[in-house]
Nanobody, 122 residues
Framework: QVQLVESGGGLVQAGGSLRLSCSASGRTFSTYTMGWFRQGPGKEREFVAYKSWTGKTYYADSVKGRFTISRDDAENTMFLQMNSLKPEDTAVYYC????????????????WGQGTQVTVSA
């Protein structure tokens, strides 16, 4: 099993920035799409961003222009740089991996981290 661990969450004021990290063990990121999802209080888990092994990136409209996804395959680490944060970004953020699939569909992602809390206050 691939183990994914998120870090970097915390409390930040609106307009601030956070950088989330996702570290993988057990297997490399090669031929995987790495994605970020989030789940706010009382809401379903939703797609945020992904970056495939081919270099393709895709963002949800709600974060486009504010968030940037990147990956360092040599270190088996993925990042989500979050700028201009809004209270509506408050959620538990999860990293996930989808093997041989380039997609934003949650069910395609077979490996998940435990999540890291991001809280944005006004």
């Amino acid at each position: 099993q691939v183990q994914l661990v998120e870090s970097g969450g915390g409390l930040v004021q609106a307009g601030g920035s956070l950088r989330l990290s996702c570290s993988a063990s057990g297997r490399t990121f090669s031929t995987y799409t790495m994605g970020w999802f989030r789940q706010g209080p009382g809401k379903e888990r939703e797609f945020v961003a992904y970056k495939s092994w081919t270099g393709k990136t895709y963002y949800a409209d709600s974060v486009k222009g504010r968030f940037t996804i990147s990956r360092d395959d040599a270190e088996n680490t993925m990042f989500l740089q979050m700028n201009s944060l809004k209270p509506e970004d408050t959620a538990v953020y999860y990293c996930a991996a989808a093997r041989f699939a380039i997609t934003s569909v949650r069910t395609a992602y077979e490996y998940w981290g435990q999540g890291t809390q991001v809280t944005v206050s006004a």
